[in-house]
């Protein structure tokens, strides 16, 4: 007879307890404590014959190999630069982003993409309705094997016989184990399921992709614990009122966490944006005050983003300070610097701020576009179209440098600015042919140029 236990989760946090409390000390959320019967029978050994043999033994240091280790591509450009060139073997991958987004389309287009034999399972859709995704997706004759269950033992009896090369779950909080008495979607269950996941990644060197939930603070459903399980954490932003998609890299452990990938939803599916910065800046046939473009950076990618600004005569009193893909209390410090260091009252005016595209942007050096636009709607002075703006600012109103400045130059020649502002604290050797580099070194400057 199995032993029964009894144990006690936050629903929220994935915290345990021995006995049932009102509030969780972890996340310090109220009623959130549920008891879940946890009865573990004898679990049998994944067996496989392309188990990968490793050496338990301890090496030396310079003794271990440090050659990268062969990826796998999945003929996604997109997907391979945010993973770091491409699926690791053996890797567990989680995909978390809001309902609705395009999670498992973006999995989906990459399943029918692979050369390899790649298992598909699904428990949320039905065999015909993932068909009919596919063929929305325009998909030919492909190795992808589509698989409707939600149990793991049976998941992994279909894994034994096929032996596919990859393995996509779409999505982990559908599955549910009977090593475990809870339902599907509960933490030990989560816990369970993932945990059999890994271990069957690990041992016979198949990449698993997982999609994941997320809850409405943004983060994935389940324990914490889910995150740190697994090798490679990504996040599919985006709004369904725009057309971009971004996937980013919240966790990482082949690759850096800097780099972005970005999609367009069309409707025979995503496309990937090669060149973003052509369609982040809006085409317009007649020049328009508070309009300005920063060269910035996500990843290794260099971007040309639009920033927009109005600034109007608050009528309501209290001004307003409003910003959309840009940090609201950064936008404050500007407008204390434009006012305190170059003299303008914009204490009571309303202050609207705007990153075309629907992205968001945390790289300081677009702080000088802000600027520039602040100032150009303010005074309703349109700025020239090939301008573009690339630097810090500071609190005393001092034009700081920017790291990778010269890539910044080189895309913005690229794509046919005639002059970028820079600050002249940044050190470059380079010397383009068609632009004209700017020197700043404090926010008169800038005012001195567009007033």
């Known amino acids: 007879m199995a032993k029964v236990k009894t144990t006690f989760f936050c629903q929220n946090c994935g915290n345990q307890y021995a006995k049932w ?17 946890i009865q573990k029978p004898e679990k049998s050994d994944w067996k496989s014959s392309s188990v990968v043999k490793r050496s338990s033994k301890p090496l030396k240091i310079n003794a271990i190999d440090t050659s990268s280790e062969p990826r796998l591509s999945s003929y996604d450009a997109e997907f391979d630069r945010v993973l770091g060139g491409g699926i690791v073997p053996g890797a567990v991958t989680l995909l978390g982003g809001e309902p ?17 034999k790649t298992l598909y399972v699904s428990g949320e859709e039905s065999q015909k309705q993932i ?6 997706i325009h998909a030919s004759d492909t190795n992808c094997y589509i698989l409707t269950e939600t149990k793991t033992q049976h998941i992994f009896k279909q894994i034994e016989d096929l032996e596919p090369e990859v393995v996509i779950i779409d999505s982990i909080q559908t ?3 009977d090593y475990i008495e809870s339902s599907a979607g509960s933490i030990s269950q989560i816990k369970e399921c993932a945990t059999e996941l890994i271990k069957f990644a690990k041992e016979t060197a198949t990449p698993v992709l997982l999609i994941g939930h997320i809850t409405k603070d943004g983060h994935i459903a389940g324990p914490k614990i889910l995150e740190h399980m697994v090798d490679t954490v990504l996040q599919f932003e985006g709004d369904r009122n725009h057309v971009f998609r971004i996937l980013r890299a919240h966790k990482n452990r082949f690759g850096s966490t800097n780099e972005l990938g970005i999609y367009e939803m069309q409707g025979s599916g995503l496309r990937e944006v090669t060149n973003p910065s052509e369609l982040l800046i809006s085409q317009k046939d007649e020049a328009l005050s508070g309009n300005a473009v920063a060269a910035t950076l996500e990843g290794m990618r260099p971007l040309m983003i639009e920033v927009q600004a109005l600034v109007s005569t608050a009528v309501y009193g209290t001004p307003q300070r409003s910003a959309t893909g840009f940090n609201a209390k950064r936008l404050n410090m500007i407008l204390a610097v434009l006012e305190k ?5 914009l204490g009571a005016k309303d202050v609207f701020l705007n990153i075309t595209g629907g ?31 690339a630097a810090e600012v500071g609190l005393s109103g001092e034009i700081r440098p920017v790291q990778r400045v010269e890539q910044r130059i080189l895309e913005a020649e690229k794509l046919g600015f005639s002059t970028i502002f820079i600050s002249k604290y940044n050190k470059i050797s380079l010397k383009p042919e068609s632009i004209t580099i700017e020197l700043v070194s404090k926010i008169e400057d800038i005012v001195k140029f567009i007033v």
């Open 21 to 37: 409390q009102g509030q969780c000390n972890a996340c310090k959320a109220w009623n959130t404590i549920v008891e879940e019967l």
């Open 131 to 136: 068909k009919m995704r596919a063929e929305r």
């Open 175 to 177: 599955l549910h184990s």
């Open 359 to 389: 992205i968001t942007v945390d790289d300081p050096a677009i702080d000088l576009a802000v600027v520039a636009a602040i100032l150009s709607s303010n005074e309703d002075m349109p700025l020239q179209s090939d301008l573009c703006f």
């Open 341 to 345: 260091r170059a003299g303008f009252r």
């Open 100 to 116: 609705g987004i395009g999670k498992s389309t973006l999995l989906l287009q990459i399943a029918l993409r692979l050369p390899y």
